[in-house]
């Protein structure tokens, strides 16, 4: 699961250093600074999956990626497209971990030796 998430938010830090270079022309010197700390965010948040609140913060900044369409408009949609990605990237990631505890399981049920 955690690959997969940390996938997501990497490919996000990728898609806000694209939405900078769009929004350089229009958008005022903060909303470049907001938007540079995000694609940051997204980077640091990747490598923090580990812990406890790691989810719940990538969970935070699927939020502010798509609220940063009031910068980029195609980051309504875009955001969203990524936030998608991000709740089916939990939930096959808890499915497959959960296949695998399973196999695990009968492997130990059946006496099976550990490789």
Do not use: H
Request: one cysteine or more; hydrophobic letters at 60%.
């Amino acid at each position: 699961m955690r690959i997969m998430c940390a996938t997501v938010l990497t490919m996000e830090s990728i898609l806000m250093g694209f939405a900078l270079l769009i929004a350089k022309d229009q958008a005022t010197s903060l909303q470049i600074w907001l938007g540079g700390l995000l694609a940051i965010l997204f980077l640091l948040t990747a490598g923090v999956l580990k812990r406890k609140g790691g989810y719940l913060l990538g969970s935070v900044l699927q939020i502010l990626i798509i609220g940063y369409g009031f910068v980029v408009p195609m980051m309504f949609y875009m955001g969203g497209l990524f936030a998608i990605l991000w709740v089916v990237a939990i939930y096959l990631g808890r499915r497959g971990e959960a296949i695998k505890a399973a196999l695990i399981a009968s492997a130990d049920k059946n006496g099976a030796k550990k490789p």
